[in-house]
């Protein structure tokens, strides 16, 4: 089990807490035309909270996937806690993270998402807050 955040375009996503739960089942189809690990077919807001979010949480896998090889063991430990895997979609990034992080992954993605104008879902949680980028709770 992973713990899950997700970001999204909230020029895409419904205004109701009921409509956005439906539209994020539909997201999480992961039926789009792509390979879901390349940043380019995300809307210039994901593609720049992603940009940053990795500076801290760098992908699993994909282009950005660290280099383990090339880093000290100790090195290589700390980084691969911070891993992530994340699912790239049109108007959706959604990212696993190891629940040993779960409270710093919680609180950068939130922030990154305000700053970056993309809304914010806390996939794990059972009620998980549905944030716009304004700070309204949907």
């Known amino acids: ?16 807490r009921k409509e956005f739960m439906a539209w994020y089942e539909k997201q999480t189809e992961w039926a789009e035309e792509h390979d879901y ?3 380019r077919v995300s809307s210039p807001a ?5 940009m940053e979010m990795i500076e801290k949480f ?27 895997d994340y699912s790239i979609g049109y108007h959706v990034i959604y990212a696993a993270f ?18 970056h104008k993309v809304g914010f879902f806390d996939v794990s949680a059972d009620q998980g ?8 709770i949907i």
């Not at 089990?1 to 109701?16: H, N, Q, R």
């Not at 760098?58 to 430990?77: Q, T």
């Not at 779960?102 to 305000?114: G, I, N, Q, S």
């Not at 807050?129 to 309204?136: K, N, R, S, V």
């Open 37 to 39: 690990q390349t940043i």
């Open 1 to 16: 089990m992973s713990y899950d955040l997700m970001v999204f375009e909230k020029t895409k996503a419904p205004a109701t």
């Open 98 to 115: 190891a629940w040993s992080v779960a409270d710093e992954a919680y609180e950068f993605m939130r922030t990154l998402a305000k700053k």
């Open 58 to 84: 760098p992908p699993i896998n994909g282009k950005y996937a660290p280099n383990f090889d090339s880093m000290d063991e100790k090195e290589a430990e700390d980084l691969d806690r911070h891993t992530v």
């Open 129 to 136: 807050d549905i944030i716009l980028p304004d700070g309204t």
């Open 46 to 50: 994901l593609q720049n909270w992603f």
